[in-house]
């Protein structure tokens, strides 16, 4: 199989060859990691922040919270049954394209500024999305609800001191009830992919369920995965 760094150098000069203005890759998305996306088999890092990683975690009102999880996850149902239009803005270190993406065509609601203004990543590129990220900041959105250690800073290996979890229930509850980003009440079950990463909350309005028909009675929807 073709490396991604040369696949992603073959399709560069294949659409410059093609088109004089900004590459384009549109299609379905699938969120990967809160900033970034696969399209066709091609992995694109939005362009102008970055999010905190899958796997990384911040505290909040004193335990452990997968914020890196919730950012994939905002991103997902940002772009849900969306056309995604992304336009190229180089390559990025490890081969994936960088890009700038927009929902539904060219003037389109943009994906990139709005990750930063709904508190899912920093802004890497000043002053590219700075105010997005100074009012999330402000208004205490996403990641910035929390304690954190920066996305970079997490890749070099600093970590926080994070000593306490979410305590899993006792018994046969435990179905997960979790409130996405855009307030959409879903549970998971164990065995599914989001299951681990899933957190409750209950001053959220989170809660466990002792069964699936138990969750859906009480209006909570199955989660996709």
Same mark, same amino acid.
Request: hydrophobic share 45%; glycine share 12%; aromatic share 8%.
């Given at each position: ?9 073959? #399709? ?5 060859g093609?088109? *004089? ?7 379905k998305?699938? /969120? ?7 399209i066709?088999?091609?992995? #694109?890092?939005l362009?102008?922040?970055? /999010?905190p ?13 997968d ?18 239009i992304?336009? %190229?803005?180089?390559?990025?270190? %490890?081969g ?8 539904g ?10 990750m930063v203004a ?5 802004? %890497? ?11 999330a900041?402000a /208004? ?5 609800s ?17 000593e ?18 855009s ?7 164990p065995?599914? /992919?989001?299951? *681990? ?9 989170e ?8 969750a ?7 989660s996709?995965?």
């Amino acid at each position: 199989m073709m490396p991604l760094f040369a696949r992603a150098l073959a #399709l560069l000069l294949l659409l410059a060859g093609t088109a *004089p203005a900004a590459a384009e890759i549109s299609g379905k998305a699938r /969120a990967v990691a809160g900033d970034r996306l696969e399209i066709g088999g091609v992995t #694109l890092q939005l362009f102008g922040f970055d /999010a905190p990683e899958r796997e990384q975690a911040c505290l909040r009102d004193g335990r452990r919270w997968d914020c890196g999880f919730a950012a994939t996850a905002a991103l997902a149902f940002r772009t849900a049954g969306q056309w995604v239009i992304c336009t %190229d803005q180089g390559v990025a270190e %490890d081969g994936a394209l960088l890009a700038q993406c927009v929902l539904g065509g060219l003037g389109g609601p943009e994906v990139n500024g709005w990750m930063v203004a709904a508190g899912w990543g920093l802004a %890497d590129r000043p002053p590219l999305f700075a105010e997005a990220e100074a009012a999330a900041r402000a /208004a205490g959105r996403g990641i910035w609800s929390s304690s954190f250690v920066s996305p970079a800073e997490w890749r070099r290996g600093a970590r926080l001191p994070i000593e306490t979890a979410p305590a899993e229930p006792a018994g046969l509850c435990t179905v997960k009830g979790s409130i996405t980003p855009s307030g959409e009440r879903v549970y998971h079950l164990p065995g599914g /992919a989001f299951y *681990p990463h899933a957190t409750v909350d209950p001053g959220r309005g989170e809660r466990w369920f002792c069964s699936e028909a138990e969750a859906q009675a009480a209006g909570w929807s199955r989660s996709p995965r």
